[in-house]
């Protein structure tokens, strides 16, 4: 198979022929129709995750069509049209007892723990337990976008962050992640601020249904901003970039027993951000996580998708090939893109 590849972190990706996946017992191996792009990937090519073993293949957002299955998989065959959320559950665990696969004590994650989606042919393991069927009439570049940010984003507003319609929702950050949640807010009825530094990702985020936006780069303070915007705060605020500096910012700018969301995520220099704990104590804030979605949680989401009150179609930005994306892929750091980068040809 054709597949993107790196021997060193940090180091020149290349397109590569490697051997084809063949399937465990409880696996099956997808023909990648389209794969997202996600600074995810570049966390992990730069070094910053420590589940990657070189040499790798990236790529954790994926849909395609099932071509071989192990002789244990019960609920899937060759031909299926299938996603899969990025982070796997084993299905035996206690977590994935009670329902929480995305936080499996022995959790899989192509791209990260094993070899990914960048390739023509990905592994994906414990398949009956995470795979998802495909409404026909979604196509394989809107399949692939809802794999990490757009799920993700979901659980965040939906489950974690238990928005409410007329509420005040913050959004830092306006790259895929903070536009997919942007999106799902405004859907749930809420009044959004989305707030960047990117004029261009602002405008975006106002055409996709921001109430307000505030520009980080022109607004000294943007809590006090938030603050006063909202008469008292968000009620809802998500860090979508994942730096000290948006992390401190949203939990400020909530309002008394609010609700801060981290999403993106915090790594490097970045990893240990500094909370203002006497906020959290004195307006009896919750800070909360969120890391992807389990596969049993997709339906309502995709039903929202069908019913047109939810279009992450909206989120591609541009469809590419394997070795443009791994040209995006190495220039990640700078922020440049706005909505999903999806790859589509290989």
């Not at 261009?200 to 603050?227: C, D, H, S, V």
């Not at 892929?329 to 700078?334: D, G, K, R, S, V």
Request: aromatic residues 6%; contains cysteine; glycine residues 10%.
């Amino acid at each position: 198979m054709k597949a993107a590849y790196f021997e060193q972190f940090g180091h020149k990706i290349t397109i590569e022929n490697l051997p084809d996946p063949a399937p465990n017992a409880d696996e099956a191996i997808v023909q990648v129709k389209a794969t997202g792009l996600c600074r995810s990937d570049w966390h992990g090519w730069m070094g910053h995750d420590s589940d990657i073993q070189l040499p790798h293949v990236p790529g954790h957002e994926l849909a395609g069509v099932i071509v071989a299955v192990g002789k244990g998989v019960k609920h899937w065959q060759v031909g299926d049209r299938v996603t899969v959320p990025f982070c796997l559950g084993c299905g035996h665990c206690q977590q994935c007892h009670s329902g929480n696969q995305q936080i499996c004590d022995r959790y899989e994650q192509p791209g990260f723990t094993y070899w990914g989606s960048f390739a023509e042919l990905v592994k994906i393991k414990y398949a009956d337990q995470n795979l998802v069927r495909l409404p026909e009439a979604m196509d394989f570049a809107t399949a692939a976008v809802l794999g990490c940010r757009f799920i993700t984003s979901y659980r965040g507003v939906v489950a974690q962050g238990k928005v409410e319609a007329e509420q005040w929702v913050a959004i830092h950050g306006c790259g895929g992640v903070g536009l997919s949640a942007i999106m799902i807010a405004v859907a749930m009825g809420a009044q959004v601020i989305a707030i960047d530094i990117d004029t261009e990702k602002l405008a975006f985020a106002k055409k996709i249904g921001a109430t307000l936006t505030l520009n980080a780069r022109q607004q000294k303070n943007i809590p006090e901003a938030i603050q006063e915007l909202t008469s008292g705060g968000a009620h809802l605020s998500i860090d979508a970039l994942g730096s000290k500096i948006t992390c401190y910012n949203s939990i400020l700018g909530l309002r008394k027993r609010g609700r801060h969301i981290q999403i993106g995520l915090l790594s490097g220099s970045e990893a240990r951000p500094e909370i203002p704990m006497e906020t959290v104590i004195s307006k009896e804030l919750e800070i909360l996580g969120s890391h992807g979605m389990q596969a049993h949680q997709y339906t309502p989401m995709l039903d929202l998708i069908h019913s047109g009150k939810l279009q992450p179609h909206l989120m591609i930005g541009r469809q590419i090939s394997l070795q443009e994306g791994i040209n995006e892929l190495m220039e990640m750091h700078a922020f440049k893109q706005v909505g999903v980068s999806v790859i589509g040809s290989f």
